[in-house]
């Protein structure tokens, strides 16, 4: 009987000390938590700005009807590649040829006149040599005939307008590119020069322009930084990307060719236009896209995840990892945020681990098992 009392604490003391075991254990895991930690790295990092822009074709040409008539034939099809010089629309020219003729009878009226004139003259100055006539029949005559030539370039200007008229009643494409659709159609009526209407567009598109607009404080860092401040953009063959709209980049990078001479009062904004490429005729007129632009460079720059940071109202902290696997609270000084990254310019060296900042109440010195996470500071991917 009392062998089996010893037995059982025995029992009872093994069991009670594996518990122990067990609880020190669990505490010992409780006050070691897992905490993912990331290293600082060191690199040049750029600094890019992007800005909302609208497309337009290196050219951008309307169709506007010179005389007034009725459309007697459309010669294309919509949304088509046109040549220039392609015939597209044919007015009503019955009217104008009928113009035509009428100066086509001044003029040989005129020529007519002008050859009597000329007569006349021969005529009277031998006589007027020879005392026969006055001087003042004479000046007459040669008034006369100075008048009917003047007739005749009157009459000869007249008939040039009119041929003119006629030939701008056959509308013919200005430049090579792509037709839109058209605004008028056979047997509607189209007037001379009616402002802001046009018959269609032809855009070349072998190139395209894309415009945007930066704020005056950017123009002032980009010109503060161009050895050429007033062509800032264009003489430093600023190289211009282009996202389109469903997120991809576009693959033909650009160039700034043009800024506005001023920026504008109302809105404190100055309009640049870039050129790009358009090989595979991808782009149209009229896409809304944004324009990425570096605008600046920091060589040899701290960067570390956007949530290795813990701001405490103006101040910035990072949790940095020692040598004893202890966490200790470090204030850093912040610069520019890059994307999901932060520069840090003060507080922090390249290589050293800090811990991502996330529900986890992070204390000093506090005893953690560190989880090394790689992650790609261009991408900002975190794994």
Same mark, same amino acid.
């Given at each position: 009987?009392?062998?089996?009392?010893?037995?059982?604490? &025995?029992?009872?003391f093994?069991?009670?000390?594996?518990?122990?075991?067990?609880?020190?254990?669990q505490?010992?895991?409780?006050? &070691?938590?897992?905490v993912?930690?990331?290293?600082?790295?060191?690199k040049?990092?750029?600094?890019?700005?992007?800005?909302?822009?609208e497309?337009?074709g290196? =050219?951008?040409?309307?169709? #506007?009807?010179?005389?007034d008539?009725?459309?007697?034939?459309?010669?294309?099809?919509?949304? @088509?590649?046109?040549?220039?010089?392609?015939?597209?629309?044919?007015?009503?020219?019955?009217?104008?040829r009928?113009?035509?003729?009428?100066a086509?009878?001044?003029?040989?009226?005129?020529n007519?006149?002008?050859?009597?004139?000329k007569?006349?003259?021969?005529?009277v100055?031998?006589? =007027?040599?020879?005392?026969?006539?006055?001087?003042?029949?004479?000046?007459?005559?040669?008034?006369?005939?100075?008048a *009917?030539?003047?007739? !005749?370039d009157?009459?000869?200007a007249a008939?040039?307008?009119?041929k003119?008229?006629?030939?701008? =009643?056959?509308?013919?494409?200005?430049?090579?590119?792509? %037709?839109? %659709? @058209?605004?008028?159609?056979?047997?509607?009526? !189209? &007037?001379?020069? /009616?402002?802001?209407?046009?018959?269609?567009?032809?855009?070349?598109?072998?190139?395209?322009r894309?415009?945007?607009?930066?704020?005056?404080?950017?123009?002032?860092?980009? &010109?503060?930084r161009?050895? /050429?401040?007033?062509d800032?953009?264009?003489?430093?063959?600023?190289?211009?990307?282009? %996202?389109?709209?469903?997120?991809? +980049?576009?693959?033909?990078?650009?160039? +700034?060719?043009?800024? /506005?001479?001023? +920026?504008?009062?109302?809105?404190?904004?100055?309009?640049?236009? =870039?050129?790009?490429? /358009?090989?595979k005729?991808?782009?149209?007129?009229?896409?809304f896209?944004?324009?990425?632009?570096q605008?600046?460079?920091?060589?040899?720059?701290v960067?570390?995840?956007?949530?290795?940071?813990?701001?405490?109202? *103006?101040?910035?902290?990072?949790?940095?990892?020692d040598?004893?696997?202890?966490? #200790?609270?470090?204030?850093?000084?912040?610069?520019?945020?890059?994307g999901?990254?932060?520069?840090?310019?003060?507080?922090?060296?390249?290589?050293?681990?800090?811990?991502?900042?996330?529900?986890m109440?992070?204390?000093?010195?506090?005893q953690v098992?560190s989880? #090394?996470?790689?992650?790609?500071?261009?991408?900002t991917? %975190?794994k």
């Amino acid at each position: 009987m009392i062998a089996t009392n010893k037995g059982l604490a &025995a029992l009872a003391f093994i069991t009670l000390h594996l518990l122990s075991c067990e609880e020190q254990k669990q505490q010992k895991e409780q006050v &070691a938590p897992e905490v993912m930690t990331v290293s600082v790295i060191q690199k040049t990092v750029p600094v890019y700005g992007e800005y909302v822009g609208e497309t337009y074709g290196k =050219a951008d040409v309307a169709i #506007q009807p010179q005389v007034d008539g009725t459309i007697v034939g459309i010669h294309f099809t919509e949304g @088509s590649v046109v040549a220039k010089g392609q015939l597209l629309y044919t007015l009503d020219d019955e009217t104008l040829r009928n113009k035509v003729e009428q100066a086509e009878a001044r003029y040989a009226q005129a020529n007519t006149m002008m050859v009597k004139a000329k007569s006349d003259l021969d005529r009277v100055e031998p006589l =007027a040599t020879m005392k026969a006539l006055s001087q003042r029949e004479l000046d007459a005559a040669k008034a006369a005939y100075q008048a *009917s030539k003047s007739e !005749v370039d009157i009459a000869s200007a007249a008939l040039k307008n009119a041929k003119i008229d006629l030939g701008d =009643a056959t509308l013919r494409a200005p430049i090579s590119g792509i %037709i839109g %659709i @058209s605004k008028l159609q056979v047997g509607d009526h !189209v &007037a001379k020069l /009616n402002l802001g209407e046009s018959l269609n567009m032809v855009s070349s598109i072998d190139q395209i322009r894309v415009r945007f607009t930066i704020s005056e404080d950017e123009y002032l860092e980009f &010109a503060r930084r161009s050895k /050429n401040n007033g062509d800032f953009m264009v003489t430093g063959k600023l190289p211009v990307v282009l %996202i389109l709209s469903d997120g991809t +980049i576009y693959d033909q990078t650009g160039s +700034i060719n043009f800024t /506005n001479r001023q +920026i504008d009062p109302s809105t404190g904004s100055l309009l640049v236009q =870039a050129l790009f490429p /358009n090989p595979k005729q991808l782009m149209r007129p009229g896409q809304f896209v944004k324009v990425r632009i570096q605008k600046d460079l920091y060589p040899d720059a701290v960067v570390v995840p956007q949530q290795a940071i813990n701001q405490l109202q *103006s101040k910035y902290q990072v949790f940095v990892l020692d040598d004893s696997s202890r966490i #200790q609270p470090k204030l850093v000084v912040v610069g520019q945020r890059i994307g999901s990254n932060w520069i840090v310019t003060e507080g922090l060296k390249p290589g050293e681990q800090v811990a991502i900042v996330g529900s986890m109440m992070l204390k000093p010195a506090m005893q953690v098992r560190s989880k #090394q996470l790689s992650w790609n500071a261009d991408s900002t991917d %975190i794994k």
